[in-house]
C-alpha cells in the first residue's frame, strides 16, 4: 500500500472500496501541466525568499520538468492510492530527489493548489473559446455579405412575419456569439486572479511574495482574502453560465438549420461532412451535427446545475464536496469547443438555397404591415390602417391570392387612398429596404451591421 503523505495522523488505513471511490486523480491527472507549473512558480518563490537553497531549487525544477516529461511521453501511470494530481506528483517528485521534494509544500496547501490550477486551467479555456466565437463570427460575416439581397421570411411564433434578407437573419446570430464572448471575456478578469500562497484557510506563517507569485503565474492580482481564495467557484459558475448561453444560441441556430434542410423547407442543404444516412431508408440525409449539438446543449445545462448544486450548502471554508467541481468544468469545456469547431465548419460547407428563400419570402401576406404602413403615410390612423389590411387579407383567404394580386379597384373598395403605387411598394424586396431605421433589415443598413461587426471582431 502506498504511504499517504498526510498518515501521521491515523493509525489505520482506508478502506480500499473508500479509498479508491474518493480519489480524483482518474480526471483531475488533466491538470498535471496548471499543477507542475504552479510548483515551479512556488518553488522559485520559496527560493526566493531564503526558504529553499539554490540547490532545492534546482532538484525540484528539473525534477518536475522530467516528471511533466515523463507524463506527456505515456512513462508515468498514476495510482488512486496517491488520491489526486497534487499528491500524485509530489509522491513522483519526492521518489526521485528525495529531501527537496517534501520541502515543495511548505508554505501551501493542496486547498490553494487546487484554486490555483482550475484557474490556470480556465484561462487557457476562455481565451480558446474566444478564438472559436470569433472564427464562428468570421463565418457568418461572410456568409451574410454574399445575400444582403437574399429575401426570406423573418418569423414570429414560426409564421410568416415581415420580409427579411437572410443576412439579416445570420447577422441575429452574430449579435449573439458577440455577446457570448463579452460574457466569457468579462468572466475571465474574475477567473484572472492569484489564489497560491493562501494556504489551507488562513494564510501562512512564512514570509511569502505572493505578487511574485502572480508575476511568475500569469495572474493580474492576488485575491485578497486567504478563505475567500480557496472556497470560491464563482469563476467557474460564471464560466459555466456563460458556456450553457452559448450553447443555448447554437441549438436555436441548431434547430433553425435542421428545419430548414427539410424538405418542406429546403432552405439550406448540409454538406455530406456534416450529415449522416438511415440504415432502412436510403434516400435519408440526415442533419445529425446540428441535431448533436442542440442535444448536447442539455450537458452543459446539467454541468452548470450539478456545480451550482453542489455548492449551494457549503459552509467555509474548503470541503471535498468541491472535488465535484472538475468534471462539470471539463465537461462543459470540451463540449462547448466541440460544439463550436463542427458548428463553424457545417456552416462554412452548407449550401443556401437562396431560390427557395426568395419563394418563400412571397408567401403568408408578409406585405400586410407595408400595406398598412403606405395607408397611415397617406394620412390615416394607424389602427385603421390595421383593420383595413386585415379584412383585405381575410378576402384574400377566401380568394386563394395574395394583395398583390388584387386590382387596384378592388383595392380601393376597402379604401380610396389605395393608388397605382400600391404594387411597388409591397414587393418583398421593397418591403425589406423600405425600412430605414438603426439596425434594420434594409441592405444598406444590413452592409452596415456587417462593417461595424468586422471592426469590432
Not at 522559485?44 to 511521453?73: K, V, W, Y
Not at 509544500?105 to 470569433?134: C, M, P, V, W, Y
Not at 451574410?144 to 445570420?170: C, D, I, K, N, R
Request: hydrophobic share 40%; proline share 2%; charged share 25%.
Amino acid at each position: 500500500m502506498a504511504k499517504k503523505l498526510w498518515d501521521g495522523r491515523f493509525s489505520g488505513e482506508t478502506n480500499i472500496f473508500a479509498d479508491e471511490w474518493a480519489a480524483s486523480i482518474a480526471f483531475d491527472k488533466r491538470l498535471y501541466r496548471e499543477d507542475i507549473r504552479g510548483s515551479i512558480a512556488h518553488a522559485r518563490m520559496l527560493a526566493a525568499r531564503g526558504i529553499l537553497s539554490a540547490e532545492e531549487l534546482r532538484l525540484i525544477e528539473s525534477g518536475l520538468l522530467e516528471i511533466r516529461r515523463g507524463i506527456e511521453n505515456g512513462e508515468i501511470d498514476f495510482d488512486f492510492r496517491t488520491e489526486d494530481i497534487h499528491m500524485s506528483i509530489e509522491a513522483l517528485l519526492t521518489g526521485r530527489i528525495g529531501d527537496a521534494g517534501k520541502r515543495l509544500h511548505t508554505a501551501r496547501s493542496r486547498n490553494d493548489q487546487i484554486a490555483t490550477d482550475i484557474r490556470l486551467f480556465l484561462k487557457d479555456e476562455i481565451l480558446r473559446d474566444a478564438g472559436l466565437l470569433s472564427g464562428l463570427r468570421s463565418v457568418l460575416l461572410s456568409l451574410a455579405e454574399q445575400h444582403t439581397e437574399t429575401v426570406m421570411p423573418g418569423y414570429t411564433h414560426l409564421q410568416h412575419a415581415q420580409p427579411v434578407s437572410f443576412a439579416f437573419h445570420l447577422l441575429a446570430y452574430v449579435s449573439m456569439f458577440s455577446r457570448d464572448a463579452e460574457r466569457l471575456m468579462d468572466c475571465y478578469k474574475r477567473t484572472d486572479a492569484l489564489p497560491l500562497g493562501s494556504g489551507a484557510l488562513a494564510g501562512t506563517s512564512y514570509d511569502t511574495d505572493r505578487p511574485l507569485l502572480a508575476e511568475e503565474l500569469g495572474f493580474a492580482r492576488v485575491i485578497p482574502n486567504a478563505m475567500d481564495a480557496v472556497s470560491d467557484r464563482d469563476f467557474l459558475l460564471e464560466y459555466l453560465a456563460a458556456a450553457a448561453i452559448c450553447m443555448m444560441h447554437l441549438s436555436r441556430f441548431c434547430e433553425e438549420l435542421i428545419l430548414w434542410s427539410s424538405s418542406e423547407f429546403a432552405f439550406v442543404e448540409m454538406d455530406d461532412a456534416f450529415s449522416t444516412g438511415s440504415s432502412i431508408m436510403p434516400q435519408k440525409k440526415n442533419p445529425d451535427m446540428a441535431e448533436l449539438i442542440r442535444g448536447k446543449t442539455g450537458r452543459v445545462y446539467g454541468d452548470l446545475t450539478a456545480l451550482l448544486t453542489v455548492m449551494k450548502g457549503l459552509p467555509l471554508a474548503y470541503n471535498k464536496d468541491m472535488q465535484e467541481d472538475k468534471e462539470p468544468l471539463f465537461d462543459a469545456a470540451d463540449t462547448l469547443a466541440g460544439c463550436l469547431t463542427v458548428f463553424t465548419e457545417m456552416l462554412r460547407t452548407m449550401k443556401v438555397n437562396a431560390a427557395a428563400l426568395s419563394s418563400a419570402a412571397d408567401k403568408g401576406f408578409m406585405n400586410a404591415t407595408d400595406a398598412a404602413d403606405y395607408l397611415a403615410k397617406k394620412g390615416l390612423p394607424f389602427r385603421e390602417c390595421h383593420e383595413i389590411i386585415g379584412k383585405i387579407v381575410l378576402y384574400c383567404i377566401d380568394k386563394g391570392v395574395s394583395i398583390e394580386d388584387l386590382s387596384l379597384d378592388e383595392l380601393q373598395g376597402f379604401s380610396d387612398k389605395f393608388e397605382g403605387d400600391i404594387y411597388e411598394k409591397i414587393t418583398p424586396l421593397a418591403c425589406m429596404n423600405a425600412k430605414v431605421s438603426e439596425g434594420s433589415t434594409a441592405e444598406a443598413s444590413v452592409r452596415a451591421q456587417i462593417e461595424k461587426a468586422r471592426t469590432e471582431d
